[in-house]
């Protein structure tokens, strides 16, 4: 059973930074794509960054030279560090694992608040 498990949302002030974790179980992590996604009241979720097997990385526009996504496959361990927050950063942010449509798990969401 593939399980995700996110960590480290909270509260920060404008221009302040905050990591986030996700920590999968149950499936052999280096063999699949990840990627963090994010989701505001009122909108739909929408992609944040995203690491092939290789480590090659993708951003949204709105979060390029402020976001940072690492993958650790020793620790199985997704990150993404964010600095420079802003307000619109706002969201529940949830990880995934896999991108195809009979291989793709997600974690149950972590908040970040952004507000002085």
């Known amino acids: 059973q593939v399980q995700l498990v996110e960590s480290g949302g909270g509260l920060a002030q404008p221009g302040g930074s905050l990591r986030l974790s996700c920590t999968a179980s149950?499936?052999?992590?280096?063999?699949?794509?990840m990627g963090w996604y994010r989701q505001a009241p009122g909108h739909q979720r929408e992609s944040v960054a995203s690491?092939?097997?290789?480590?090659?990385?993708t951003y949204a526009d709105s979060v390029k030279g402020r976001f940072t996504i690492v993958r650790n496959n020793a620790e199985n361990t997704l990150y993404l560090e964010m600095n420079n927050l802003k307000p619109e950063d706002s969201a529940v942010y949830y990880c995934?694992?896999?991108?195809?449509?009979?291989?793709?798990?997600w974690g149950q969401g972590t908040q970040v608040t952004v507000a002085s």
């Open positions: 149950g499936t052999v992590f280096s063999l699949h794509a």
């Open positions: 995934r694992l896999g991108y195809s449509s009979d291989y793709t798990y």
């Open positions: 690491i092939t097997l290789g480590h090659r990385t």
